[in-house]
């Protein structure tokens, strides 16, 4: 079981994302090159960040990604979601009904056991990935840090940050 | 992010061999066939449950597998870390250290803070499985049951289940 590795550039782009002024946008490019990572493969997840609604969108070649919602209402929960989809990770093929003697069907009327109880877990998983919102763990990053990060932040975003009083694109849901 | 097949097929197969009496094997063909399952498949998921050492084997062409632990010993958790291996489902790239400006090595003592909240998520979906043991989920369906689902698992195992009196093997851990 894995998660994509697009959680990971997801949630620190986002975090990059929630340092922008109004009106400002980060394009792809400067978030992979930034982070070090495949444009074509960031693009990807930002565009699903976008239709899952985390993420605006300002189209055209000097546009680029604001954050759609505050830091403290995206969870880690959102981006996994987003990443992701909605599909759990147990995911039943309902092999009780196979062989050469299943069962009669009055017994598939309720959910296999095991099914239920791999996914009670599950959700006690999002749960806790729902309790972390970005504004949290940028706190925790700001407390650590003695300005460095901060400073090399603000020179990626002072290079990087567009301005654009274009219309923002929200992208359907 | 999704967990194998194998995963649902060893809950299963390790369902049916808790209903084994002493010195009783199943083989691999049997359970796939009660499973409707590829035996080919199976057979490398009861290999990792028998390194893992909550099942035992018995070789030969009259071999098959038993249950190594008691069913109230064997988690779910037990039965996912056999079959998807130790490594968790968020596997930090460490990003933060990439691209043209990276902070200096002193920040990257700690673990990156997304790192550390993914997964002590995850740890609360690992203690989640942890608590469901196979005989919980034995005793719910039994609770359930008419008796149909018995007489099932019975006739299946009147049919296959092989006496050894050969000694047992446990796979080394």
Known sequence: ??????????????????????HQVLSAAALAEFHGVSQ??????????????????????????????????????????????????????????????????????????ISADMLRAERSYHDELRKVKIAHLLAKVQRDDDGTLAARSCAFLDANARTSRQTRIQQPR
């Open 40 to 113: 074509s493969y960031l693009l990807k997840h930002l565009q699903a960040l976008s239709r899952s609604g985390i993420l605006g969108t300002v189209p055209g070649p000097k546009g680029g990604y604001h954050l759609e919602q505050s830091p403290d209402e995206i969870s880690l929960f959102d981006v996994v979601l987003a990443v992701e989809g909605p599909e759990p990770a147990f995911r039943c093929k309902e092999i009780r009904r196979n062989g050469p003697n299943p069962a009669s069907e009055s017994y598939f009327i309720a959910p296999c056991q």
């Open 1 to 22: 079981m894995k998660l994509s590795d697009g959680v990971e550039q997801s949630i620190h782009s986002i975090a990059m994302l929630a340092s922008l002024e109004e």
